[in-house]
């Protein structure tokens, strides 16, 4: 454990005094008790690397070293690992109130300088694991307990893996349920849980709708809740780039409303039940001008750009064998390819089609519970999703 001097050596890291503004804490009065603050931070692929003028993290780094606290800091990667413990001692001879604020915030401006650099070492996001594994290491303090997260949210792999299941479209209640079942909610009684850049992204990571960002956020706030933490989302625009030479992670694909379509084709489009709707168990459209409607759109985009080519997948309900759901998701994926050949004069080159049926893309909810069909779960699953050939997600899927 890093024990950080009351007074610093003269190789101590001094920042700017922008930065020692952007640190200080409102607070009037000096503690009474230490203070516990633990970090997730998110300095892997495709979110910006923490900077050093970020309030909501400074100002909490600070308060913790002005109380003579403890600062831990995870690594949110595939594999989350602590990346600094920092005990900070009391001064040996008696300060004064000016002394010892300047004194917390050289040990601030250290803290945040030490982790600003620190980089993920394992491919892939494991936020969950990094939350647990933070709160547990101040879990047993006295005084306040404060848990930073400075992340995305968007894990790839672990039980909250977004790049290989849609737990966007599931209910938070439910995820909420299963992480219980698992004994995998984090122990958060006592804790205040701020997180900042929830949902943000940068590099090759398509950027996130509001809606999906609300939906992330919600969920997240139902698994923090359950723990028995008090939440606040800081909404501060993060800037920056992706730290260098971090390994690598899954894309999490970001699924578009038809709607939503503005001269610019997504990855990934999805034509639910409420844009094109099959005759039952058949491969007829319901409504011959609603499909139509939903499909020019995208016809357009593509006539003009001749260059693009999608995949056209299409997806049941888990009702029915999986052979018998294969069959008719491909039967209706080629219904859509033909109206888009046919009555729209795209190229068939630019089109092909998968059958997805009920089996497992990254689009897919769960819609089982006990063995039966929950309905409003199956029918986010009733949809056809028009994909972008040559994006990260049509390679998984094919």
């Known amino acids: 454990m890093k024990k950080i001097l009351s007074v610093l050596t003269a190789s101590a890291i001094v920042l700017s ?4 503004l952007a640190g200080c804490s409102v607070k009037e009065e000096m503690p009474n008790e230490p203070e516990s603050t633990a970090i997730v931070l998110g300095n892997h692929k495709y979110f910006p690397m923490l900077s050093l003028n970020i309030p909501s993290i ?4 600070y308060d913790t070293c002005l109380s003579y606290g403890r600062v831990t800091a995870f690594i949110s990667d595939g594999n989350a690992f ?4 920092y005990t ?11 002394k010892r604020k300047q004194i917390a915030q050289k040990n601030c401006n250290q803290i945040m300088s030490e982790c600003s650099n620190v980089k993920a070492k394992t491919p892939e996001i494991d936020t969950l694991s990094a939350i647990t594994q933070a709160a547990k290491s101040i879990q047993g303090s006295s005084g306040d307990k404060t848990l930073l997260i400075f992340d995305s949210g968007l894990g790839t792999t672990g039980l909250l893996n977004f790049a290989k299941q849609n737990l966007i479209e599931a209910e938070p209640d439910e995820i909420v349920e299963q992480l219980d079942e698992k004994h995998y909610i984090p122990d958060l009684n006592g804790f205040s849980v ?3 850049g929830i949902g943000q992204t940068c590099g090759d990571q398509t950027a996130l709708t509001e809606n999906y960002k609300y939906k992330l956020e919600k969920l997240y706030d139902a698994i923090l809740t359950a723990g028995g933490a008090d939440v606040t989302f800081n909404h501060e625009p993060i800037q920056g780039d992706e730290p260098e030479g971090v390994p690598e992670c899954s894309i999490v694909p970001v699924v578009e409303d038809s709607l939503d379509i503005n001269g610019t084709l997504p990855d990934v489009v999805k034509l639910d039940e409420t844009k094109i ?12 001008s609603d499909a139509y409607d939903a499909l020019k759109p995208i016809a357009d985009i593509l006539v003009s750009n001749t260059d693009i080519q999608v995949l056209i997948v299409g997806s049941t309900a888990t009702d029915g064998t999986p052979e018998g759901c294969r069959k008719l998701s ?4 080629d219904k859509v390819k033909d109206t888009l050949i046919k009555e729209l004069h795209v190229n068939q080159n630019q089109l092909s089609t998968y059958g997805a049926g009920q089996s497992s893309t990254p689009f897919r909810v769960d819609d089982m519970k006990d063995g039966k069909l929950v309905e409003s779960q199956a029918s986010k699953n009733r949809a056809v999703y028009i994909v972008n050939y040559d994006s990260a997600v049509a390679k998984e899927i094919i």
């Open 58 to 61: 400074s100002s909490a780094i």
């Open 277 to 288: 709707s099959f005759v039952s168990d058949k491969a007829e459209f319901a409504s011959e």
């Open 194 to 196: 701020v997180w900042t």
């Open 330 to 333: 491909q039967m209706r994926a």
């Open 88 to 98: 900070i001692n009391e001064p040996n001879v008696k300060v004064d109130n000016t």
């Open 82 to 85: 602590l990346a600094g413990d």
């Open 17 to 20: 005094s922008i930065f020692m």
